[in-house]
């Protein structure tokens, strides 16, 4: 049977990359730890067309992520954090390059830090190209393979606390800040940090800064003819009072930015991608036209200055780039791909809760399926080959763990086929995933207020006949979805006799525009009597026991479990995880605080109409929650900062309820996807005990710490 520890057993495949002449995959594996306080991740390269066995790269004793196939395929570069600058006169004292920056570095360990290597692919040791001041995030070769674009940090000195030794006398050691959206949930403060672009020499590692400013530019693509570099930035005024994020141009060899995407008020645009002539931008976006669940469609531009863009998958009310819940890895974007004669672009969007990939053409913007089946098909990249175009990609299901995939697509215009499925190219659990006993998720509909609500119920074993007790897990955004894909603390509830039950309430991605923006000024009631519609059925079917329930959920779905229990006694216990229980405090302070956050999800802000925050709050309510509550959160979340944990637990425990409060520290809003191994066990059993307390052994009072 699944248990919380088999976490440290997974090895997920985090990335992929296909080769230019599409016969090869690198990807990033990820796995636990010697110690299980950490993570490790290693590059390994597989056959395409799944002729052979993986290939390990690099040994991974720290992290090589982010790989990058050179435009000939010969090179593969890669950030990584393995550092090889240590004190000076020691065995590995000089850098293997630019002796430069080891002037500049001596007597520093830069060990930690991740900057870019590269390895040759016909054998050799992998070699550190970068010594940037800054970790670097992000890279992308030039189309001659000459040179790379890299996104790394610009450090502004005035604002950041200078570093003293322990002897020195005390000076000012003040965080300045003017700008809201100064944290950022799982790094920190960076206020005094802002990611720039960096041209760099392939060969000797020379390093020349491209742009520069306060703002952050990032996800750059190289036109084809690499001259120059379209990123993503936030280039205007009041950046931090907007979630505005246009497309701009720089040439790589100087010269001002300019902004492509334009528009008044606020927009988002991302994922940048140039034709194969050069002639057009491909982007994802929208304009907000429904607010904070406004949805992501297809773009394109000229690669001029304001450009109004044309939306070319409006039609569609597809959600390109949206957010599917797993507690095996976090959330990734997945990018766009033009066909190589630039007629079609290809992306990935959620429908029916399976993650399919699907492409639009430019001329007549039809929109067709390219792959079918209850699966996700995440983190694709994309070659064209002479036949269509060959993806690679991270593929699982409900009930198999995530694989590394190929899939074969025809080209543009050739009688449609039926739609294409993943090859699977490696087995990274092996027979250790056969001998666990996995549950399959039976998916189920019902309607509340004349819309259609998807869910998934797996179902405990049951005992003398009777059907087993339930937990309902409710997702997090609101604006995310569950789907077909694993979800390891469901694995382990219903092995400890529990059934589970998770559905997509209003408000969640992939059901269209009007589903995604029906929450708007409804956080609680409206999705509540989705959930428990849902609930009921299964009761009224005869799959779980009615008089023993239980409910949790994480940030939102940590706001929905907090509001549910003050709105009914039907639960008998319930765990509110990462969670908003103050409107008015998270929208003030969390890491996306600001003028829009509680405009676009609320229509006004809380100092505009403070009454509505109360109202909705699932703290005004606290003196009617009876149902045994754990309440747990991470230390170090800045999206939901812990206070709100604090306050509920604060109320419950004046009232003398059965209630707990579980502190995790060390951990951000990420806990479940990508905190340490050994908290994320901790989190999984400790969630199962409570619910194993109350619900399979019917106890009262707290149980045992």
């Known amino acids: 049977m699944p248990s919380a520890d088999d976490l440290y057993a997974l090895r997920v495949p985090v990335d992929v990359r296909i080769s230019p002449d599409t016969e090869s995959i690198v990807y990033c594996l990820k796995e636990s730890s010697v110690g299980r306080d950490d993570y490790r991740q290693s590059l390994w390269l597989v056959p395409a067309d799944g002729s052979g066995e993986p290939r390990q790269l690099t040994l991974g004793r720290r992290k090589d992520t982010s790989p990058r196939f050179s435009p000939d395929g010969r090179t593969l570069a890669f950030i990584s954090d393995r550092g090889a600058v240590l004190e000076a006169g020691g065995a590995l004292d000089r850098p293997p390059l630019r002796p430069d920056a080891w002037e500049r570095d001596k007597a520093t360990d830069r060990s930690g830090q991740n900057q870019v290597w590269l390895l040759p692919l016909d054998g050799g040791e992998a070699r550190q190209l970068t010594y940037l001041p800054e970790d670097v995030s992000d890279l992308a070769w030039s189309p001659d393979g000459r040179r790379l674009c890299l996104v790394s940090a610009a450090t502004d000195p005035e604002r950041k606390p200078p570093r003293r030794r322990p002897e020195d006398p005390p000076e000012r ?10 944290m950022l949930n799982g790094t920190g403060f960076i ?7 960096w041209l ?6 020379a390093a020349t800064r491209l742009t520069s400013g306060d703002n952050r530019d990032e996800q750059p693509a190289w036109s084809p003819d690499g001259k120059r570099i379209c990123f993503v930035s936030d280039r205007h005024a009041d950046r931090d009072l907007t979630w505005r994020t246009d497309i701009y141009l720089v040439d790589v060899d100087g010269g001002d930015v300019t902004r492509v995407s334009n ?7 991302f994922l940048p991608a140039w034709s194969p002539d050069g002639r057009w931008i491909a982007a994802a976006g929208h304009r907000f036209p429904a607010a904070a669940g406004s949805r992501n469609d297809v773009w394109r531009f000229r690669p001029r200055a304001d450009q109004a863009g044309e939306n070319l998958s409006a039609e569609s009310d597809l959600m390109v ?5 797993s507690d095996l890895f976090g959330f990734a974007d997945p990018r766009l791909f033009w066909d190589g004669e630039g007629r079609s672009i290809t992306f990935a969007a959620p429908i029916d809760g399976s993650y399919e990939l699907w492409r639009v053409t430019v001329d007549d913007r039809r929109v067709e399926r390219l792959t079918d089946g209850r699966h996700a098909v995440t983190r694709p990249d994309a070659a064209n080959t002479r036949h269509g175009m060959r993806i690679a990609a991270v593929t699982y299901s409900g009930h198999e763990p995530p694989e590394v995939a190929a899939i074969d697509l025809p080209a543009l215009g050739t009688r449609r086929p039926v739609p294409a499925g993943p090859r699977r190219l490696t087995d990274l659990m092996g027979e250790a995933w056969r001998e666990v006993r996995i549950v399959r998720p039976v998916e189920r509909w019902h309607e509340v207020d004349g819309r259609r609500i ?5 179902e405990a074993p049951r005992v003398g006949g009777a059907p087993a007790p339930l937990v309902v897990e409710i997702h997090g955004g609101p604006a995310t979805l569950y789907g077909w894909s694993l979800i390891w603390e469901w694995q382990c509830l219903v092995a400890q006799g529990m059934s ?4 997509n309430p209003r408000g969640s991605q992939g059901y269209g525009q009007d589903f995604c923006n029906a929450n708007h000024r409804d956080w609680g009631d409206g999705p509540m009597r989705d959930v428990m519609t849902g609930v009921d059925s299964l009761i009224a079917d005869g799959l779980v026991d009615g008089d023993r329930l239980g409910v949790t959920g994480g940030s939102y779905g940590g706001y929905l479990t907090s509001w549910m229990v003050g709105h009914t006694d039907r639960f008998k216990a319930a765990v509110t995880c990462r969670s908003v229980n103050d409107l008015t405090s998270e929208m003030l302070s969390g890491d996306i605080a600001g003028p829009l956050f509680g405009r676009y999800e609320y229509g006004k802000n809380p100092w505009e109409e403070p009454e509505i925050y109360r109202l909705h709050s699932p703290l005004t309510y606290a003196q009617q929650i009876h149902t045994p509550l754990l309440i747990q959160h991470a230390e170090n979340d800045l999206r939901c900062p812990i206070t709100q944990a604090e306050q509920l637990f604060t109320v419950l425990r004046s009232l003398k309820r059965t209630v707990r409060l579980m502190r995790v520290p060390h951990e951000s809003h990420e806990l479940t996807r990508s905190g340490a191994p050994f908290r994320r066990v901790e989190n999984i059993e400790r969630i199962s005990d409570w619910f194993r307390h109350f619900l399979v052994e019917g106890r009262r009072g707290l149980p045992r710490a």
């Open 173 to 182: 050691d003040a965080r300045i800040i003017d700008r809201l959206q100064y």
């Open 191 to 197: 206020h005094d940090k802002a990611p720039n672009l």
């Open 200 to 205: 760099v020499n392939a060969q000797d590692g």
């Open 263 to 269: 528009g008044r008020g606020d927009r988002v645009f």
């Open 321 to 325: 780039a949206a957010a599917l819940n």
């Open 454 to 458: 998807q869910g998934w119920f797996l």
């Open 500 to 503: 589970v039950y998770g559905c």
